[in-house]
């Protein structure tokens, strides 16, 4: 059974620091990997992807895969206030299966 | 370019009850799949559509059942309605079944008292 463990936090930063969000999975053959960000009572949205092993960029947003140690992170770089959000990993394993499988998520709190 | 829509928002109803969701996809896309997202868990994949057939079931029983059209919109429908099926329905849109972009819409919220 694939599983997606994520610390459920609290997280809490000050504004302008570094947000670390972890995410481990138990499927080897997990092939994407997504980060969505989900604000209290509204639904995920897709802020980062990746694919292959190594760092990926946009804007204040970092996503790292290490497909070795079954390890994916996210850092969010200058923290602000609106970044206090619920931040689901995912993983979609592609050979024969249609579905994304969720963490639980990790809330962020940035602290003004 | 109109994203996942989805109705109702909201609804209420009572145990034993059944419930139809509805959606449509985002323009371009071609497969709906179904999540349900219980208070303080990640969402739980229940299954997807493509080319009006059920290609893949997530672990849920036979009360939920699903339906796709011509025009790539779908239904949920749950039947029997447990004090446990309260939670937010969400319809996920994809070009492709294993289409690696997968965009949610705003959900429905169901509550059963």
């Known amino acids: 059974q694939k599983e997606v463990e994520q610390n459920s936090g609290p997280l809490s930063v000050p504004e302008g620091a570094i947000a670390s969000l972890n995410c481990t999975y138990s499927?080897?053959?997990?092939?994407?990997f997504f980060w969505y960000r989900q604000y209290s009572g509204k639904s995920p949205e897709l802020i980062m992807s990746?694919?292959?092993?190594g760092d990926k960029e946009d804007g204040r947003f970092t996503a790292q895969l290490n497909k070795a140690s079954q390890y994916v992170s996210l850092l969010i770089r200058d923290s602000q206030p609106s970044d206090s959000a619920t931040y689901l990993c995912?993983?979609?394993?592609?050979?024969?299966?249609?579905?994304?499988?969720f963490g639980k998520g990790t809330k962020l709190s940035v602290i003004p | 370019d109109a994203g996942v829509t989805q109705s109702p928002t909201h609804l209420i109803k009572t145990r034993g009850q059944q419930v139809t969701l509805r959606c449509s996809p985002k323009?371009?896309?071609?497969?709906v799949s179904w999540y349900q997202q219980a208070l303080g868990q990640g969402p739980q994949f229940i299954f997807q559509?493509?080319?009006?057939?059920?290609?893949q079931r997530g672990n849920f029983p036979d009360r939920f059942s699903g339906h796709q059209f011509p025009n790539y919109s779908s239904e949920l429908n749950v039947n029997a309605l447990l004090l446990g099926d309260s939670a937010l329905y969400l319809c996920?849109?994809?070009?492709?079944?294993?289409?690696?972009?997968?965009?949610f819409g705003e959900g429905s919220w169901l509550t059963v008292v």
């Open positions: 990746i694919y292959s092993n």
């Open positions: 559509y493509y080319e009006e057939e059920e290609r």
């Open positions: 995912a993983l979609y394993s592609g050979a024969g299966s249609y579905q994304l499988t």
């Open positions: 996920a849109s994809s070009s492709g079944p294993a289409g690696n972009t997968i965009y």
């Open positions: 499927d080897r053959g997990s092939q994407s």
């Open positions: 323009s371009g896309h071609d497969t």
